[in-house]
């Protein structure tokens, strides 16, 4: 297993805080600002990892998780997928999981529980054995 993961993000800041939080742990970080460049992405790249903002300008996170685990990649049914978003309203979390995603995180992100959330799926390269 490698150690590149696919954010997909329409927030530059969001973006950028996970990109540093993630490459001080090893790992590679695959951009997507977009759903579809999302999907796109995912299918094209070999990724370990997916983080999923919901709210995104093109088509939304759930739309996202749902062509990824119907995608003609085999593998992306089985990758894990990581919902991160501000949407916090009862009913949220079950609808990610629903569409497919492994794992809900609320914004805003903190990083400890966000290590600890993508170590749980990858280990981090500077802790393998």
């Known amino acids: ?38 999907v796109d992405t995912a299918e094209n790249h070999e990724v370990d990892l997916i983080l ?6 093109d088509i939304d996170g759930y739309e996202v998780a749902r062509r990824l685990r119907a995608s003609a990649k085999k ?5 894990p997928i990581i919902a991160i ?21 609320s914004k805003p992100i903190n990083i400890r529980e966000l290590w600890a959330r993508v170590e749980a799926f990858v280990p981090a390269p500077d802790q393998k054995a």
């Open 75 to 79: 593998a992306l049914a089985y990758t």
């Open 1 to 38: 297993m490698g150690n590149n993961i696919l954010y997909i993000e329409d927030n530059p800041d969001n973006m950028m805080l996970v990109k540093r939080a993630l490459e001080a742990r090893g790992y590679i970080l695959i951009e997507a600002m977009t759903g579809l460049k999302g």
């Open 85 to 105: 978003t501000a949407n916090a309203l009862k009913g949220d979390a079950e609808k990610a999981l629903s569409a497919g995603c492994d794992v809900y995180m």
């Open 52 to 57: 999923l903002d919901i709210n995104l300008p």
